[in-house]
């Protein structure tokens, strides 16, 4: 059994500041950092800290991305499914305070030219069984998904960023959710309590298991009529931005392993904490012998 991650790839360029910059506003940074990222990226190097295979597929431009890859190969991840293109790698602004909270503005860049031949081409190395991780910052999600079920693949996805159009795939197919208390609401057009939510999501996809995310209240799991709670590892925070990645990597990485998911989300929270307390997205992952 092994993973495939469809996902982005990104430069990051942190800003650190003393309160995230308003409308007409000129503010000056502490610091400038680049830093390797993207929720794809992430999410690959968290399942292969976690301990399992990982193929990432995806595109970088043609002159700008190959640390990105560097980053994934040394993180044990199998980048050869990965397409270059003519055009600029994709590339974050983040704004970090001083409470390590962040906001993010994204360029898509090579991350919105994928297509379907590149599409075909990488899952042509997969089978029944196989898992799929997905978030929302490349194009043909769709399609992909279309291709992943044809094939009996285990499907998981962060809708994230949240946008319109999530409603437009095929999320009868998915096996897992991940996501937060906003895309929860956004997906079931109505907010609620985390339990009111997540109860909402089960029913509108009956099918599915859900992980809702609740920041400092934890997270919850549902499968059927099972419900697990899990709290978080309370740890000085200096930089949140991979937290939800790591989170997302080491809770699929644990299930593949073969844990319950109450080990999984444990395993998850832990790692999470660890990757907090640290500064950067993909440099805050940690091994799982650090858990």
């Not at 270059?84 to 974050?92: E, V």
């Not at 590149?118 to 291709?147: P, T």
């Not at 200096?238 to 939800?244: F, L, P």
Request: hydrophobic share 35%; proline share 3%; glycine share 12%.
């Amino acid at each position: 059994m092994k993973v495939l991650n469809y996902g982005s790839l990104n430069i990051d360029n942190v800003y650190s500041v003393e309160h995230f910059v308003r409308g007409g506003e000129t503010l000056s940074s502490s610091k400038m950092e680049i830093f390797s990222g993207g929720k794809g990226l992430n999410q690959s190097i968290a399942l292969s800290k976690s301990g399992v295979e990982v193929w990432h597929a995806g595109a970088v431009g043609e002159s700008d991305g190959e640390f990105l890859l560097r980053q994934l190969e040394e993180a044990g991840v199998n980048v050869s499914l990965v397409a270059h293109t003519a055009g600029k790698t994709g590339h974050a602004i983040i704004q970090r305070d001083m409470e390590g909270q962040n906001c993010i503005l994204l360029y898509g860049g090579a991350n919105q030219e994928i297509t379907k031949e590149q599409v075909d081409q990488a899952m042509s190395h997969f089978e029944e069984g196989d898992f799929l991780v997905l978030q929302n910052e490349i194009n043909e999600i769709g399609y992909i998904m279309e291709k992943a079920h044809e094939k009996g693949m285990k499907i998981v996805l962060n809708p994230s960023p949240m946008d319109e159009k999530i409603g437009t795939y095929p999320l009868e197919y998915v096996d897992y959710f991940l996501l937060n208390e906003i895309e929860a609401g956004d997906i079931c057009k109505e907010n609620g309590s985390g339990e009111e939510l997540i109860r909402k999501l089960s029913q509108k996809f009956p099918g599915a298991k859900i992980v809702l995310t609740l920041g400092g209240d934890g997270s919850m799991y549902k499968d059927g009529e099972e419900i697990l709670t899990q709290p978080i590892y309370k740890v000085p925070v200096v930089d949140t931005t991979a937290a939800g990645d790591t989170f997302t990597g080491f809770f699929i990485g644990g299930l593949m392993r073969g844990e319950n998911p109450k080990e999984a989300l444990d395993h998850a929270a832990k790692a999470a904490a660890i990757a907090v307390s640290r500064a950067g997205a993909a440099p805050s992952i940690p091994d799982r012998s650090e858990l």
